[in-house]
């Protein structure tokens, strides 16, 4: 790791990946209505409502950028946003409360997985539709260019798929002409819902096509979080001197299905196999230890994160549901009285 970076730093990193993973296991084991590894009962019936885009193997990527981010940056993330949100300090038993669809979630309970926003922490949201957070990002960061708040900046979060859809051109495109103060992350996860990405994308990805918008791209091993850490540490300081948009292009690998119930048969075996061998929490343990971290310490760092997230199970499943009357709550009326 930079011998720059302050005592703790590498704990704190690895605190974030535990406390996204724990998150994920015990959500995913929810949504299937079976017992967490925690110990938590689910009864047999799924208490996660929806879809649930599991981020399992990509954690180093939010782990090192939103470590260098403030409470007054933005964030914009995607349908598989939950370690975005928690990296940059959501309320994790919040968030497990709008996974079970309860009042007390950030949406009362009527975003789910993929809708999770919490405007305090900057979070403005995850997103179901591929692509739709770029141009949001990018209308973030063009409000913040043009109210002047300081060298507050925006990060955007996307998956390989979202580069071969038209708002990535438009919003890279808005970025540069503009000179905005964003920061793109492409989470390169090598797979777009049940399809490879390599053979439908032309050229050589999402790092050539922001070179040649004048938008200077760094790529980066994605399931190394010292490295995430030390190249998002370059581009967001950038990025706030006023330097213009900058792209960090993270190879990762998504380790389950699309969704949690998906088995992802349609992926060769082997390559799984390889992919779990370079899981980052593994990595970033044997790195701490090797620069003398203890085992207890992390082992303290993984019990907490786990017991974090037995609670906020414990929560959710004990919350309100909704009121029904919240239905007619939140949507855009036209003045016709028509919710009346």
């Known amino acids: 790791m930079d011998p720059s970076n302050p005592p703790g ?20 084991t929810a949504s299937q209505g079976g017992v967490s590894a925690y110990g938590q009962q689910a009864g047999g019936a799924a208490k996660v409502r929806g879809p649930l885009h599991l981020s399992t193997g990509q954690e180093a990527v939010p782990a090192g950028v939103c470590a260098h981010l403030r409470a007054s940056d933005y964030l ?62 990018v209308g973030a960061a063009h409000a913040q260019k043009l109210l002047k708040r300081s060298d507050d ?9 979202a580069i071969n ?16 103060p964003v920061l793109f992350v492409c989470e390169d996860n090598r797979w777009s819902a049940t ?61 389950k299905g699309h969704v949690s119930v998906d088995l992802a048969a349609y992926r060769d075996p082997a390559e799984l196999a390889a992919a779990l061998e370079t899981d980052p929490i593994a990595r970033a343990r044997g790195h701490l230890l090797d620069t003398g971290v203890a085992a207890a310490t992390l082992d303290a760092i993984e019990n907490a994160a786990r017991d974090e997230v037995d609670t906020a199970l414990a929560v959710a499943d004990a919350a309100p549901w909704p009121e029904a009357s919240a239905a007619f709550t939140d949507v855009q009326t036209t003045g016709a009285d028509q919710w009346l």
């Not at 190249?231 to 967001?236: K, Q, T």
């Open 9 to 28: 730093a590498g704990e704190a990193l690895y605190r974030v990946m535990v406390r996204i993973r724990a998150f994920e296991n015990a959500a995913e």
């Open 76 to 137: 914009t993330s995607t349908h598989r946003g939950h370690g975005h949100t928690l990296a940059k300090g959501a309320d994790l038993t919040r968030m497990m409360c709008e996974l079970f669809g309860k009042a007390t979630g950030f949406n009362g309970g009527k975003g789910g997985s993929m809708h999770i926003a919490d405007f305090s922490v900057g979070m403005l949201g995850a997103n179901g539709v591929v692509a739709a957070g770029l141009p949001i990002a």
């Open 195 to 255: 399809t490879a990405s390599g053979p439908m994308t032309a050229g050589d990805g999402a790092s050539a096509r922001a070179a040649s918008m004048d938008i200077a791209a760094t790529q980066v091993d994605g399931n190394d979080v010292f490295a995430v850490h030390a190249a998002a540490a370059r581009l967001v300081a950038e990025v706030r001197s006023g330097a213009g948009p900058r792209l960090l292009h993270a190879l990762t690998y998504r380790v």
């Open 153 to 161: 900046i925006t990060v955007c979060f996307f998956g390989d798929g």
């Open 165 to 180: 859809r038209g708002p990535f051109l438009e919003a890279l495109n808005w970025a540069r002409v503009y000179d905005l």
